[in-house]
């Protein structure tokens, strides 16, 4: 993911969605959707409670926010973003 587009497009809409171009080996590329959310922490739980996996943790992006990765029951991979400008 391309930290540089994200931090512009939080810094842009504090309620925005970003996605990036991925390319894992052995695989075509493909688009990962990242959305916002109020609380990165309820958001993960409640993967979990409705069949979901987080696949990356909890992570700080410093003056972006808290940013983990999840992956849906399909086999959907996202991001979700809690955007704070004070995450170190």
């Known amino acids: 993911m391309s930290i540089g587009s994200l931090q512009r497009a939080m810094t842009?809409?504090?309620?925005?969605?970003?996605a990036s171009l991925v390319r894992e080996k052995g695989k075509a590329p493909g688009t990962l959707n990242t959305i916002a959310v109020p609380s990165l922490d309820q958001t993960m739980k409640k993967i979990a409670q409705r069949g979901g996996k987080i696949c990356v943790p909890k992570t700080a992006?410093?003056?972006?926010?808290?940013?983990?990765?999840?992956?849906?029951?399909?086999?959907?991979?996202?991001?979700?973003?809690?955007?704070d400008t004070k995450a170190k």
């Open 12 to 18: 842009r809409n504090r309620e925005s969605m970003a």
């Open 61 to 83: 992006i410093p003056k972006v926010g808290w940013l983990a990765y999840a992956e849906d029951p399909a086999g959907n991979v996202f991001g979700i973003l809690e955007p």
